[in-house]
């Protein structure tokens, strides 16, 4: 009997003190469901192989589809650990999601809280929709990634379809999109570029058309100072209509023109 009580603390010893964790099956095909109330899919998750533990579960080569009314959104990961009592799902190693609607998005680590309806990160994020690319320092989203805040170091590019035209804008962040509204919202040491000039604000929101796919004017505030060649223009707001390539000027706007030199022959 002290033999058995002596190996039994030993053992509990050795493990930590948090008791045993044995490995309960190794599933290849690994394959995970849920259906809404009305019958109706709303997420799936699948491996090429899962180690299955008590509340844990690893998955290989992982999977995920999460199915709204109006697109899906795919996620895949090379490995993934799926806490099943929080339907907590941490992703990592060639993270990727793209949705039906021609989002894509590429990072090293997400987690996924399936109860909260949220994703995260912490590390570098590559997010691509039509002619407008982000790059940012960590992200949160709702899983149908309708509505994204970046946290930092924000830089976004917008192509044109039919020119190499090209508009940058850069922050330093948090940057908040929420595609239902059309809009983005830049906060803190935002830098406006295009081949026309250069615009630095405090603050801008840019409006997108319609189909997400270009950018139909943006709205600067705070301290703007706008930079055309030599020529440098300040206001306090100032709205920019890329159809008509037009800017309009609020709030004290003033104007400064440095003379080009002139060079004469003799």
């Known amino acids: 009997m002290v033999l058995k009580s002596i190996v039994f ?92 609607d021609g989002l894509s998005l590429f990072t090293n680590s997400l987690i996924w809280l399936k109860n909260a309806n949220l994703i995260n990160t912490q590390d570098k994020v590559v997010l691509t929709k ?5 790059e940012a320092q960590g992200m949160q989203a709702n899983t149908s990634l309708e509505k994204v805040d970046f946290k930092k170091d924000v830089k976004i590019k917008f192509s044109k379809e039919d020119a ?12 908040e999109i929420n595609y239902k509204k059309g809009e983005a919202i830049f906060k803190s040491q935002v830098i406006v570029e295009s081949e026309e000039g250069k615009m630095i604000a405090d603050r801008a929101i840019v409006y997108f058309t319609k189909d997400s796919k270009s950018i139909e004017r943006i709205v600067a505030e705070g301290n703007v100072k706008i930079y055309r060649g030599a020529n440098v223009t300040f206001a306090q707001k100032a709205t920019y209509l890329n159809e008509e390539k037009k800017i309009i000027l609020e709030g004290r706007p003033r104007l400064i023109l440095f003379p080009q030199k002139v060079s004469s022959k003799d």
């Open 9 to 100: 603390l030993l053992l509990f010893s050795l493990l930590g003190g948090k008791g045993f964790v044995f490995s309960q099956q190794t599933i290849k095909g690994f394959y995970l469901s849920n259906f809404q109330s009305n019958g109706t899919k709303d997420w799936e998750l699948k491996g090429r192989e899962a180690k299955v533990y008590q509340n844990l579960v690893e998955i290989f080569d992982m999977e995920a589809k999460y199915f709204r009314k109006d697109r899906m959104i795919d996620i895949k990961a090379d490995k993934g650990k799926l806490n099943r009592e929080r339907m907590r799902t941490y992703l990592e190693d060639n993270v990727k999601i793209r949705s039906s």
């Open 164 to 175: 190499p035209q090209m508009i940058t804008i850069d922050c330093k962040g948090p940057l």
């Open 130 to 134: 039509g002619t407008m690319t982000i």
